[in-house]
């Protein structure tokens, strides 16, 4: 607990010392950089200036998490803009190649370098924390590369942490799962489609909608692999006809269970580091 107390205080520290300037937010709505949101508006307050957050539209990420950003930044009191990107065009991304990451988040972050620009602010700031650095990230590169400041990182803050504290702060972001791109639900190398993906998104909505949280569907092809928490396998099961009949409609020819459950990146097992 002493070990969290010093990481928070050195959070606020940092957060303050940039927000007596506007500064921008890369914002996903999720956990991470839903906490900086809170955090940099409560202090803008304080000195009169303004957080800039940003949510990026793109072709790999569910439609309705603009909604959700949009609604988030509004009631923290951001001023909330969203950046159109077509990652599969400009990019270079279509083949799934296995520095996508990179490429992905440098033509991201590079716009948003540019829109910094054009509104006379210096600093940008991105939710990636401890546990990030540990697995395979090569989108941190391109962050780095740009001088995008990552504060829950600086202080070393894992993943529990910030839940625990956006909750201390009662942020409903806290308790969000991950949602990290529909193109990390197919194996490297293989061609990405727009129409694939809303697929995917189509899937696990339907099984968030039954209850899960964790969820993933990655596909193989003709075939979709379910991954949800360990706990939850036996209510997959309960649901199998269902399930079985909107997969098919679909379009998936095979429908499994990953008997290893929910685990982040497992398309990356055997990927060899960027």
């Known amino acids: 607990m002493e070990e969290y107390q010093r990481k928070k205080a050195a959070l606020h520290r940092m957060l303050e010392e940039y927000?007596?300037?506007?500064?921008?937010?890369?914002?996903?709505?999720?956990?991470?950089?839903g906490l900086l949101l809170y955090m940099l508006c409560e202090k803008a307050k304080i000195y009169g200036t303004r957080v800039h957050a940003v949510t990026v539209h793109t072709t790999l990420h569910p439609v309705h998490e603009i909604e959700e950003a949009a609604r988030e930044a509004q009631k923290a009191g951001a001023y909330h803009s969203v950046m159109e990107a077509d990652e599969l065009k400009e990019a270079g991304i279509a083949a799934n190649p296995a520095d996508r990451c990179y490429r992905c988040k440098r033509y991201l972050y590079g716009k948003m370098v540019e829109l910094a620009a054009e509104r006379g602010i210096r600093y940008i700031m991105e939710g990636t924390n401890e546990d990030d650095l540990h697995v395979y990230r090569p989108g941190i590169l391109a962050v780095r590369e740009l001088g995008i400041i990552s504060p829950l990182a600086a202080v070393h803050m894992h993943k529990d942490e910030v839940r625990n504290l956006a909750s201390?702060?009662?942020?409903?972001?806290?308790?969000?799962?991950?949602?990290?791109?529909?193109?990390?639900?197919?194996?490297?190398?293989?061609?990405?489609?727009?129409?694939?993906?809303?697929?995917?998104?189509?899937?696990?909505?339907?099984?968030?909608?039954?209850?899960f949280y964790n969820v993933r569907v990655r596909v193989h092809g003709d075939i979709a692999r379910i991954e949800v928490d360990e706990k939850d396998m036996g209510k997959i099961l309960s649901l199998r006809q269902g399930l079985l009949a909107y997969f098919r409609e679909l379009g998936y020819a095979y429908i499994t269970l990953d008997l290893e459950g929910f685990r982040s990146g497992s398309m990356d097992i055997n990927v060899k580091h960027f």
């Open 19 to 33: 927000v007596q300037e506007d500064v921008m937010l890369a914002f996903s709505g999720g956990a991470d950089s």
């Open 168 to 211: 201390e702060y009662g942020i409903t972001l806290a308790k969000k799962p991950a949602s990290p791109c529909l193109a990390t639900r197919f194996p490297y190398g293989t061609r990405l489609r727009y129409e694939d993906m809303r697929r995917v998104e189509r899937a696990e909505e339907f099984l968030r909608s039954e209850g």
